[in-house]
């Protein structure tokens, strides 16, 4: 069994995969909506993950009528939002270690909102 972002599949493979014409794989990479990866021959080789995006783009495109400027956008649109969402998992497990913890470490400051005008500060002593 191969990684997920292991290239391995030649252009014709995907193709016939995917029942696309190898043209079709060629401009998207023009377009650059996707990058396979090449052999020392220089030849391409696709991953399941580029096979995965490339089925997104092809749903884009037939299903919902996107042209490739439109997918184009909505991919890096896509990458922002699944980066935010793994920065905001990290700080909701960071937050959550530090609930957890019984003292606060000696180089942080614990601030918490009262209210509107009160605060209770923790300094280093």
């Not at 016939?16 to 023009?30: A, F, G």
């Not at 400027?69 to 793994?86: F, H, Q, T, Y």
């Given at each position: 069994?191969?990684?997920?972002?292991?290239?391995?599949?030649?252009?014709?493979?995907?193709?016939?995969?995917?029942?696309?014409?190898?043209?079709?794989?060629?401009?998207?990479?023009?377009?650059?909506?996707?990058?396979?990866?090449?052999?020392?021959?220089?030849?391409?080789?696709?991953?399941?993950?580029?096979?995965d995006k490339i089925k997104l783009i092809l749903r884009l495109?037939?299903?919902?009528?996107?042209?490739?400027?439109?997918?184009?956008?909505?991919?890096?649109?896509?990458?922002?939002?699944?980066?935010?969402?793994?920065?905001?998992?990290?700080?909701?497990?960071?937050?959550?270690?530090?609930?957890?913890?019984?003292?606060?470490?000696p180089d942080k400051a614990l601030v918490t909102k009262k209210s509107i005008y009160e605060m209770i500060i923790f300094e280093?002593?």
């Amino acid at each position: 069994m191969h990684h997920y972002d292991e290239p391995v599949y030649l252009i014709s493979i995907v193709a016939k995969i995917l029942d696309i014409h190898p043209q079709t794989l060629r401009q998207y990479e023009r377009e650059n909506l996707i990058c396979p990866s090449r052999s020392d021959g220089r030849i391409r080789l696709y991953s399941q993950r580029d096979i995965d995006k490339i089925k997104l783009i092809l749903r884009l495109t037939r299903e919902l009528g996107v042209n490739l400027a439109g997918v184009d956008i909505i991919l890096r649109m896509k990458e922002s939002v699944d980066l935010m969402e793994k920065e905001i998992a990290e700080l909701r497990h960071q937050l959550q270690v530090a609930k957890e913890s019984p003292t606060v470490s000696p180089d942080k400051a614990l601030v918490t909102k009262k209210s509107i005008y009160e605060m209770i500060i923790f300094e280093q002593k």
